[in-house]
């Protein structure tokens, strides 16, 4: 399947599954044509076309480049809540993402240190740039959208509906054929994709972005790789070095650093 078919099958199943729930709930779904202009920015951002650039770059260069451009997200976060809400730049912040970055850094090194200074490596670090920045831009119009009074559930129906969207014009624009693979394997997978990796794992986040910040809510991008390592050592054979272990330290003492309340 291509990727741009599959992201967008994806949220689409995702967005009918949200439209359903709020339909049985009776939650309104109008909004301006003002709200639906920020809703599809952040379905595209979001769920769209930052996703794409995502399968783009691994197709490149290893993965640990791309964990290693998401670890960045807690410094964009703080940066774009800065330009865009004025929010203040705390050096705890600054000192947990630059532990954060550091981490990711040395639990892949071992995968970095193999990279070539080849154009297709050039290739997929700029795909990774792409892909980190338009879904930093994807969370600030989240965080506008939910200061805006924007639902959770509501938002993430549109949000889903206009990245699924997104993503297919893409895939149409570059000439892929539609198409679907009806094997078991697929289907759960896409299943799974749509009910725990789209709606349970965004409405988490956009609950703890509402929370607590960009961010703080951005060290999901250190976290997530180091989860992905755990899976991957309990099913697919992974073995810890030295350097894994030091990285997860650096990067789970900056999430420790990061998560501290100020005091008075």
């Known amino acids: 399947m291509a990727p741009e078919l599959s992201v967008s099958y ?8 949200l439209f359903a729930w709020c339909a049985v709930r009776r939650l309104p779904l109008r909004f301006s044509p003002r709200e639906h202009v920020w809703l599809a920015l952040f379905g595209a951002g979001s769920f769209g076309v930052g996703y794409v650039f995502v399968y783009y770059a691994e197709q490149h260069v290893v993965s ?3 964990a290693v451009g998401y670890s960045a997200s807690p410094l964009l976060g703080m940066l774009g809540m800065r ?18 970055v550091a981490g990711i850094v040395i639990v892949f090194y071992p995968e970095l240190a193999r990279l070539q200074g080849s154009a297709a490596t050039a290739k997929g670090a700029l795909f990774t740039a792409i892909s980190v920045l338009i879904a930093a831009l994807g969370t600030m119009v989240a965080y506008r959208n939910q200061r805006s009074g924007v639902p959770l559930w509501q938002g993430m129906a549109w949000g889903m509906l206009y990245g699924a969207l997104s993503v297919l014009a893409i895939g149409l624009a570059t000439g892929k054929a539609l198409a679907f693979e009806t094997t078991p394997a697929y289907m759960l997978s896409l299943g799974y994709l ?10 988490s986040y956009l ?6 910040g960009a961010a703080r809510a951005g060290y999901i991008g250190v976290m997530v790789p180091i989860v992905a390592l755990l899976l991957s050592a309990a099913f697919e054979g992974f073995r810890f070095h030295a350097l894994t ?4 330290g650096v990067s789970v003492a900056g999430n420790v650093l990061i998560l501290r309340t100020e005091r008075a």
């Open 10 to 17: 994806r949220f689409l199943l995702a967005s009918v599954l």
């Open 64 to 66: 640990g480049l791309v």
């Open 83 to 100: 330009l865009f809400f004025r929010t203040p730049m705390t050096r705890r912040v600054a000192v947990a993402s630059i532990l954060g």
């Open 194 to 203: 749509a009910m725990l990796g789209s709606i349970a794992a965004f409405a």
């Open 207 to 212: 609950t703890l972005l509402k929370r607590i």
């Open 245 to 248: 272990w030091l990285g997860i």
